[in-house]
């Protein structure tokens, strides 16, 4: 496979913008619906069950302190009958649910928005790759990769989540031991979302090999790397981009909360679909030897 460097997001940047725009006429925009339906209908049906969630936890918050303020609270064992009680109390349990509920909900709209700006990334690739693509290309590549997709991300998605309880869950055990690791408990919780940056550069090509190759579940871990090595800083300014356009809409705010969570979900859509045209684009910088401007418009 052919390996050339990638460009910066500037290069791309006039073909990126254009996320409304694909060859088989209809597609984006219905993909564009079906997105935000997803993202801003999920958010409407996960409202009410967050705000009875933030309910419950004020209650057990209120009566913990109670308990802290109280005379027994220099009594360990007074402490331990007394967080017996909150456990198997009502509070507790509803909590407990409302829990689940949410991240079931999220879980739920995480899988839809991926399988949907997956088919994006497949059909935007059936544009570079020919002149002629239509909506059969689309759905043959999307559902040829789409079993190795799944698989893929499953794996990948539960050794992250696995890896980041078990260095959590490390640190603030060593903490119970050495009250001074307290703080680099801290500073590592900080440094999570930069430790999650460097994973998505170094992957950022683990779902489009899916589409252009045949390559396996386990070889695709060792080809995604592959790919991004030696061009990783280049890919983090990049997608740098991208994210710095995800927090300036996260600062949008009106007096609606309904209104705000709308635009959040249609600017966020936009993103998305931007994001995985320049995914694209760069894996085609990466793999293939272009003989056309880089600037030209597709």
């Known amino acids: 496979m052919t390996q050339n460097k990638i460009r910066h997001f500037f290069v791309y940047f006039k073909r990126m913008m254009m996320f409304y725009d694909l060859k088989a006429k209809g597609v984006p925009q219905v993909i564009f619906v079906l997105l935000l339906a997803v993202s801003f209908g999920f958010m409407l049906i996960a409202r009410p069950v967050i705000l009875d969630y933030s309910i419950y936890l004020q209650q057990l918050n209120n009566t913990y302190m109670d308990i802290f303020s109280s005379g027994s609270a220099n009594d360990p064992s007074a402490i331990y009958r007394s967080a017996l009680e909150i456990q198997n109390s009502e509070t507790f349990y509803r909590l407990l649910s409302a829990s689940l509920k949410i991240i079931g909900l999220f879980a739920l709209q995480q899988l839809l928005l991926m399988l949907l700006s997956f088919f994006y990334l497949g059909a935007y690739l059936c544009d570079?790759?020919?002149?002629?693509?239509?909506?059969?290309?689309?759905?043959?590549?999307?559902?040829?990769?789409?079993?190795?997709?799944?698989?893929?991300?499953?794996?990948?998605?539960?050794?992250?989540?696995?890896?980041?309880?078990?260095?959590v869950f490390l640190f603030a055990l060593a903490s119970t031991l050495m009250q001074v690791l307290i703080f680099a408990l801290g500073f590592i919780t900080l440094l999570i979302p930069v430790g999650w940056f460097i994973v998505q550069v170094i992957f950022i090509f683990k779902d489009i090999t899916f589409l252009d190759t045949g390559v396996t579940i386990w070889r695709n871990f060792k080809l995604s790397m592959q790919l991004s090595k030696g061009n990783r800083v280049m890919i983090a300014r990049n997608i740098i981009f991208i994210e710095l356009l995800y927090l300036l809409i996260r600062m949008f705010t009106v007096e609606s909360q309904l209104i705000s969570m709308f635009i959040i979900s249609f600017l966020e859509v936009i993103i998305l679909l931007i994001k995985q045209r320049l995914i694209a684009l760069m894996y085609i910088s990466r793999t293939r030897k272009i003989e056309e401007t880089p600037a030209a418009t597709l």
């Open 128 to 167: 570079l790759e020919s002149e002629g693509s239509t909506f059969s290309c689309y759905i043959r590549k999307f559902l040829k990769a789409l079993p190795r997709f799944v698989g893929f991300n499953l794996i990948f998605y539960m050794a992250v989540v696995i890896l980041l309880f078990a260095l």
